[in-house]
């Protein structure tokens, strides 16, 4: 009986150590991640490096499911109202904070009712051109927009998305008028941007690399505050003149608001392994796209909490108009 009781111990010890015993079986069936952006984007992109790598620690398949439209609100949505055993999950981010401002009803209060899990990426933007809009710098940009006002279109992956607001607002701070063609995700944008049919946007890095690369688009300049090292030659919009466009698309995790502790807890700890990981961090870099390991449910909220002010003082300060167009 002893040596049965201590192969038992033994065993459980050994499954324990292996991350196959988890609190309360957790999870023993797939585990699904609502992505509110269409396939190919820097939000699916980074959606599916990781939940590959989350099913690897977790022991059980993590899958990306895309729901977009309403600014990501529908696979929000969807989330909020799910059972709340941590087996279906939202990426939330920068659209997020936009809704929070600029929806009179929105659907969910994103900092109330879901249960974070952690910040996982953060990426720039690059503000890109057709070739044959024959614009080679920010400079010739404002000079053609002043020259035939609202002549230049611009897709977004959505009203009120990023791309948006950092065209609007790059517009606000010339003194221009650009024509806005919203989109339901960067990549629907991008398909139209490469047909020539609207000339500019700000893309992610990770979906516009490629084509900068290909020459099919011409990278005028990027948001972040210093170059990035995968277009060491493009200037940042501070360097091209135009200043306080700062604007990096992030997300993060977070699970129907009830969830267990427990499972947020064994949630947090597959992302944050994925997040360190050398495999998903090289696989997101050439994308563009950096993992922001370390940040959990907290750090989640004040991140949001942050986004959300800087937001509404932008608004206030521009007169930015963030309603569906």
């Known amino acids: ?27 023993v069936h797939p585990i699904r991640i609502l992505v509110g952006f269409g396939a190919g984007g820097a939000s699916d992109i980074a959606a599916r490096v990781i939940a590959a790598k989350m099913s690897e620690e977790l022991g059980q398949q993590v899958v990306v499911e895309n729901k977009p439209g309403a600014s990501t609100s529908i696979a929000g949505q969807a989330v909020a109202t799910a059972n709340p055993d941590g087996y279906t999950l939202f990426q939330a981010g920068n659209a997020n904070a936009v809704n929070a401002i600029s929806k009179p009803k929105p659907p969910f209060d994103i900092l109330t009712a879901f249960a974070p899990i952690g910040v996982a990426i953060t990426t ?42 950092a065209a609007e607002y790059m517009a606000h701070e010339e003194h221009i008028k650009l024509t806005h063609v919203p989109y339901k995700g960067s990549s629907q944008a991008m398909t139209d941007l490469l047909a020539g049919r609207v000339q500019i946007m ?40 135009v200043n306080g466009v700062d604007m990096a698309i992030w997300s993060g995790f977070v699970a ?56 509404e003082k932008l608004v206030k300060d521009t007169g930015i108009k963030l309603g569906a167009e």
């Open 1 to 27: 009986m002893r040596k049965a009781t201590s192969r038992l111990v033994a065993a459980t010890a050994v499954l324990f150590l292996t991350g196959a015993v988890h609190a309360a079986g957790f999870p």
């Open 202 to 241: 700000f893309a992610p890095i990770s979906t516009a690399l490629p084509m900068i690369h290909d020459k099919k688009l011409v990278a005028l300049a990027v948001t972040s505050d210093t170059r990035e090292k995968e277009l060491p030659n493009v200037p940042t919009l501070a360097e091209a003149g």
């Open 124 to 165: 720039p933007s690059v503000l890109v051109a057709h070739p044959s809009a024959e614009i080679t710098s920010v400079k010739e940009l404002i000079a053609k927009a002043k020259q035939k006002p609202g002549s230049i279109m611009y897709g977004s992956s959505g009203a009120a998305a990023v791309s948006h607001l």
């Open 256 to 311: 129907p608001k009830g969830t267990p502790a427990d499972r947020i807890a064994i949630l947090g700890k597959a992302l944050q392994q994925a997040l360190k990981s050398d495999d998903v961090r090289g696989k997101l870099a050439v994308h563009g796209i950096q993992t922001v390991p370390g940040a959990g449910p907290e750090a989640f909220n004040r991140h949001m909490k942050s986004d959300i002010e800087k937001l």
